[in-house]
């Protein structure tokens, strides 16, 4: 069964040519077979002539050249015009002239270089066989020969607008990758803010500490313990993030941050000296999909932001998991160094916002009236992954 199951992909993986001649020659084969004979398009009114030699080059003309209707439309053309014109002068009808509309159908589908004068050489090429015929005493009024002409360019229009919409497929595909890697591109650029930001900041506040705390050793070790246990964590996070990247990393295990997080976050803030309160109401919800890493992340950013412009300052941190949102709000008091200037490039923020944004919800950052700053975000539960 499995063997079976490939054939199509083996078929799709071979030539163009090698996929067309098989139909090339059961055409073939079906226009010589006795039962076939005169049984095919007739321009104009002459008498049918049994077959000959002549016959069998006339169809092998126009059939075999199928073979070559997508590699080469405007070769495939030329040869199999060339046959039908042997084919109608000579009176045989055979029915491989059903080949000509198929050679414009693939020629107006495949052929991309100089298709305007292909459509030109083919539709004058015509009138010297209209007229030849004429002379040979056919009957057919220039009604006739009109109607046929204009059943070639329908097939012509056919494979144009066959051309045209896989083009326009081809264009929707590609604006749907580059959207899709913009996307990515955007969303990795998120986590690695969040993650350099929080854990870099944390450590430079630590370092600046540590330049007072010279005459305290105790003090002095245990900040720079925090240090080193901050960038042995940014580095795990990094590595982590990395690995994502990678399209060959197998990840047994879920190192995505949660709500669950939260307690090792605000610790590791209160050890870069910024006074944190932390309260949580509620349980989290069995599924709640993406929101619980959006929660986390603006809890991380409102800290890493409290942390830059309001270190020292008193920080409030409240998580509240409904039965179909997480809330969250963070402030300070405006009493530390720096406090109520938001300050830096608004990145962090700015992709906060569309996080919420994407999942529904409301997301606002605004100085309190003390010169502090709050930053609230309400996140719908239970959304996709």
Known sequence: MTDLRRIPDLWRRWDVTVRDLPFALLLTV???????????????????RPFDELAVVAVALQCLPLAVRRRWPAVCVALVALGFAVDQ??????????????????????????????????SVAYVPLAVALGRLGSG?????????????????????????????EAERRRRVAEATRAAERA????????????????????????RYLTAVPDRLDETLSAVTDTGRRAITDLRHLLDLLNPDHQDTGDRTPSVGDLHALVEQTRRAGQPVEFTEEGRPAETTGSAELVAFRVVQEALTNALKYAHGS???VGVRHGEKEITVEVS?????????????????????????????????ADRRP????????????????
């Not at 057919?140 to 326009?168: H, Q």
Request: no cysteine; charged share 15%; net charge neutral.
């Open 30 to 48: 079906v226009s010589l077979l006795p039962a076939f004979h005169n049984q095919g398009t007739q321009v104009g009114d002459l008498p049918a």
């Open 89 to 122: 002068l000579r009176g045989y009808h055979a029915y491989a002239g059903t080949a000509l509309p198929i050679a414009l159908l693939s020629a107006g589908a495949h052929l991309e270089r100089h298709r305007r004068v292909t459509a030109v050489l083919a």
């Open 140 to 168: 057919a009024g220039p009604e006739e020969f009109v109607t046929f002409y204009l059943v070639l360019a329908g097939a012509w229009g056919v494979g144009s607008w066959m051309r045209s919409t896989r083009a326009a």
């Open 187 to 210: 969303r990795i650029a998120r986590e690695l803010h969040d993650v350099v930001t929080h854990h870099v900041t944390a450590m430079v506040v630590q370092a600046e500490a540590a």
């Open 314 to 316: 008193r920080t409030e």
């Open 332 to 364: 300070t008091d405006g009493t530390g160094s720096s406090a109520g200037s938001p300050g830096g490039s608004g990145r962090g923020l700015a992709g906060l916002r569309e996080r919420v944004d994407a999942l529904g919800g409301e997301f606002t």
């Open 370 to 385: 003390d010169g502090g700053f709050v930053v609230r975000a309400r996140i719908p539960a239970g959304s996709p992954s």
